[in-house]
T-cell receptor
Framework: GAVVSQHPSWVICKSGTSVKIECRSLDFQATTMFWYRQFPKQSLMLMATSNEGSKATYEQGVEKDKFLINHASLTLSTLTVTSAHPEDSSFYIC???????????????FGPGTRLTVL | DAKTTQPPSMDCAEGRAANLPCNHSTISGNEYVYWYRQIHSQGPQYIIHGLKNNETNEMASLIITEDRKSSTLILPHATLRDTAVYYCIVNTGGFKTIFGAGTRLFVKA
């Protein structure tokens, strides 16, 4: 149980285009999902917290107009990188937490990641 | 939010136990200790978590000191596939999981 998927697993795009990444919780409903970014040889950096039916909460320094997050259902959150540039090339990872009625803790289940390369 | 301190890297011989330490001296009473690992180019994987008592599951054991200021993750019989970066994280209470640098574990044949 507690499986999270991401699509696509990798994407290459031209500078200036927009890219959408999907994150799905396959066997549970996730009221909260998270988006991370990871550069080579670095740790994961939290970008934003996505709550179903409400606006995402972005971490300091993350441009909300550049990284659009939509959490329209309890099993799907999307991250759109708008007007992508080479410096946006990174490994993007989403995660979802089980609803608290199933756990007293805040265990995160992570997707396999999406590698974005902007040319 | 409590922060954690981990050694940057460790080696372990295949088949031996891997003991990964973590210091979290400013942990609050209601905060959990979590361990995740990330194998190269994959998303992190949940391993185990605990509050006060020691915990064991099919992957690992978690030993938390009585004062809760440190913990140790134990992989009882490390294999080459356990080579990964291991992250010790203290729950912030706001559903956010903040990653530190972690410990890079090398399991050698």
């Amino acid at each position: 149980g507690a499986v999270v998927s991401q699509h696509p697993s990798w994407v290459i795009c031209k500078s200036g285009t927009s890219v959408k990444i999907e994150c799905r919780s396959l066997d549970f409903q996730a009221t909260t999902m998270f988006w991370y970014r990871q550069f080579p040889k670095q740790s994961l950096m939290l970008m934003a917290t996505s709550n179903e039916g409400s606006k995402a909460t972005y971490e300091q320094g993350v441009e909300k107009d550049k990284f659009l997050i939509n959490h329209a259902s309890l099993t799907l959150s999307t991250l759109t990188v708008t007007s992508a540039h080479p410096e946006d090339s990174s490994f993007y990872i989403c995660s979802a937490s089980l609803p608290r009625r199933f756990s007293l803790a805040d265990t995160q289940y992570f997707g396999p990641g999406t590698r974005l390369t902007v040319l | 939010d409590a922060k954690t301190t981990q050694p940057p890297s460790m080696d372990c011989a295949e088949g031996r136990a891997a003991n990964l330490p973590c210091n979290h001296s400013t942990i609050s009473g209601n905060e959990y200790v979590y361990w995740y690992r990330q194998i190269h180019s994959q998303g992190p994987q949940y391993i185990i978590h605990g509050l006060k008592n020691n915990e064991t599951n099919e992957m690992a054991s978690l030993i938390i000191t009585e004062d809760r200021k440190s913990s140790t993750l134990i992989l009882p019989h490390a294999t080459l596939r356990d080579t990964a970066v291991y992250y010790c994280i203290v729950n912030t209470g706001g559903f956010k999981t903040i990653f530190g640098a972690g410990t890079r574990l090398f399991v050698k044949a």
